[in-house]
Every structure is written in C-alpha cells, then in structure tokens.
C-alpha cells in the first residue's frame, strides 16, 4: 500500500510544506510542495468592484483597502450580490459581490478571484458553478448510482438554493450515514456565508479555508494509503484534528526515529534534486531535457550515453522516455501545452506502439491529460489541465 509523508523542506531560502505519496517501493507516485507561508486560497471575501477593463477580459475587486484582485469577465458571471450599487443589469464598479482567492498573487501579479464560490467537504465540493449532483467519474457506475440515491434524500434543495455538489473519488468505499454526514457539515458552512453575507460589510472574510496541505489530504482516496507519517508535532496536531473524527486516524504516525531523518529515509533530497533538474537521466542511459515556458513546455529525447542504438532499442529508450515523461509531468504539476521530441522512428508499427504507451501512462494521471496529435515533424502534443501552480512557479515565486 501507500504512504503519504508531510514534512517542511527549505529551498531558495523559503520554507515550504512537502507533500509526498509513495508506493511500497517507495517511487514517488505524487509530490507538492506548499509554502509555509498563509495562503488565502479558497478564502471567501465581500468584495467592492473596481476598475473594469473589457480590453483585457477582466476587472479589479478588492478584498481588503489595500488589496486588490484581479478576475476575468468570465468568472464574473451570475456573482452573488450582497449590495448592488447600479441599478443597471450586469457588474458595475462599485457592486459588493462574493468571490473566493483561486490563486495567489505571484511576484508582481495580484491575488485571483471568482465568483464561483466552492466549499471543499471532506468528500465532497459543494459549488455555486452549477446546481448539478456529480459524481467522480473513477467510482463505479453502479457505487456512483447507490451514491447519488444516497444525496437525493438530503440534498433536494440544491437547484433551488442554486447549488451543486461533486462527489470525490475517496467517497467510493465510505459508508452511506458518513456520506450523508459529509454533505451536511459541508453544506451548513455553505449555508452560513450565504446567511452572513446578506448582513456583512464590504472587505468582510466570511470563509477561511483549511490549509492548503489538508486540502490536499482531503483530495487523497485513503483507501490505497497504509500511513499518513510526519516528523513535525505542529503538522501532526494539525492533520490529526482533521482525521481525528474518521475511521481511519490510527493510520497518522508520528516519526521520530533519532538514527534516520524522515527526510533520508524517504530520500526527499534526491527527489527534489530531480524535479528541479533540467536533465533528467533514463536506466538506459539516455536522457529528457525539460524546458519549461510560461505557456509551453518541451521534453527532448537525447540518446547521449545510452547503449548502440539499433531499432529495437531506439524504440526501447522512446518508450522509457515516453513513461518519464508522464510522471515527470505529474510530479512537476506541469500543465498546458506540451511538445514531446522523441527520437525518429521509421517503422509504423512502432510509432503507434509508442504512441499508445504513451497514452497509457498519461491516463494514470489524476489530472486530466490528453493526447493530441503528431506534427509532421514528429512532435507530439499534450495538453494537462491546470489545477495546482507547477513546482517551478512554487519555488521561483517572491
């Protein structure tokens, strides 16, 4: 089974929260790192509407006198208005409306906002995006059935209340009465902040969210994870008030072996040393070079020190490059375009061998990836959906 490990890392002079899950051999099967530093992601704010500016499809709210946001015109459709100042339909300068931190400012760049507003449940989201009752598309057809007759009984008010709710993968194997429990302690925090909102100020917090590395333990399905281990008292209280009240809380351990430091045994300096390398090597002695742009990112297949290539192996080492590829996506939370080079093949039938180990591997991904095509010139195209900031943006980010 796997095991999660949480634990501070400093890089770059900052400090960050290091979030690992490793299989039985422990291989690194998913990595994040957080900064230590309070986030005010998935925050909930009364905002005041500033300067609009169609040229570039957004707008300014502000949170706070001094803090602004920026949100795109297409996140601020149908907002929830607490005061709307012009009488006229639509957004206007001056409206108090709620939105919710999506992003973080970065260097010079202002926090993100929207006006879809998101309540994360321990297995569950509750959304003002749509008033839909989803479920996780990795839990069986017949569980999602049993799932959504479960919700029905409590939830019947979503469309009139204009809310929806998704249903997480980790609520595949739960029992039915922590489901139901679920949506309701998720649902009394969504309806508070409607309820305060109505009699709130502007630049009022109506929602702080939990941290980002419990919310990405609530987005793990514990059922695969043996442990839950840190070697930090102050994360272990942390996770352990989170977990304490769940079936599954004698998995948290607590390390403090004085012979080996977590970070040894789990080889944490070795893993970020190949995350953050722009070379990565192959068994076979062949290697990807990733370069990774604001919008793009390219991975080069080199052959450099890899054994005589004869066709077989050219396309050995492709197939290696294609499986590194697709995990070095995932652990580096790379997302947008992606442009693969891999070494030339002549034979057909092992471009498209290639081409379906590749998709293959993509498929594993818990974030959406997808195969696009193949240029003329060999290259092939990816796109990865974007949920979390990539490792580079985390720590080269001021």
């Not at 929260?17 to 309070?38: C, S, T, V, W």
């Not at 598309?137 to 007759?149: F, M, P, S, V, Y």
């Not at 693969?340 to 998709?359: A, H, Q, T, V």
């Amino acid at each position: 089974m796997d095991k999660a490990i949480f634990t501070y890392h400093e890089k770059n002079n900052k400090s960050f929260i290091l979030y690992g899950l490793l299989d039985e051999n422990r291989k690194y099967k998913d990595f994040q790192l957080f900064p230590a530093d309070d986030s005010i992601v998935n925050d909930i704010y009364v905002a005041r509407v500033g300067r609009i500016l169609k040229g570039i499809n957004g707008a300014f709210v502000n949170i706070s006198p001094k803090q602004s946001c920026y949100i795109s015109l297409n996140d601020l459709s149908d907002p929830v208005y607490v005061n709307k100042k012009s009488k006229k339909p639509g957004i206007h300068e001056g409206d108090e409306i709620l939105v919710q931190i999506v992003k973080d400012a970065i260097k010079t760049k202002e926090p993100v906002a929207s006006t879809k507003l998101c309540i994360f449940g321990d297995h569950m989201i509750i959304s003002t995006t749509d008033t839909s009752l989803g479920v996780s598309g990795k839990i069986n057809r017949l569980r999602a059935n049993e799932i959504k007759k479960v919700l029905d009984s409590v939830c019947k008010m979503h469309e009139a209340e204009n809310f929806g709710v998704v249903v997480r993968t980790s609520a595949a194997s739960i029992p039915d009465e922590q489901l139901i429990a679920d949506f309701k302690k998720t649902y009394s925090i969504f309806n508070a902040i409607m309820e305060k909102s109505a009699h709130s100020l502007v630049y009022t917090k109506l929602y702080q969210s939990s941290k980002d590395y419990i919310m990405k333990l609530k987005s793990l399905d514990m059922t695969g994870i043996e442990n839950v281990v840190t070697d930090q008292k102050e994360l272990y209280d942390n996770i352990y008030s989170y977990m304490s009240d769940s079936a599954i809380s004698n998995r948290l351990k607590l390390y403090d072996d004085s012979a080996i430091s977590l970070s040894s045994l789990y080889g944490i300096r070795s893993i970020m040393e190949n995350l953050t390398s722009r070379m990565v090597w192959l068994k076979s002695g062949a290697n990807i070079i990733i370069e990774q742009l604001e919008t793009l990112t390219f991975i080069d297949v080199n052959t450099s020190g890899s054994r005589s290539l004869k066709s077989n192996s050219i396309f050995s080492v492709n197939a290696e490059a294609a499986k590194e590829a697709a995990k070095q996506l995932k652990l580096r939370n790379i997302s947008g375009m992606i442009i693969i080079d891999f070494i030339n093949m002549k034979n057909p039938e092992e471009k498209n061998e290639l081409i379906k180990i590749l998709k293959e591997e993509i498929k594993k991904d818990c974030v959406t990836c997808t195969f696009i095509d193949i240029t003329k010139l060999g290259l092939v195209e990816l796109t990865r959906k974007k949920r979390y900031r990539s490792l580079k943006e985390i720590i080269y980010s001021t």
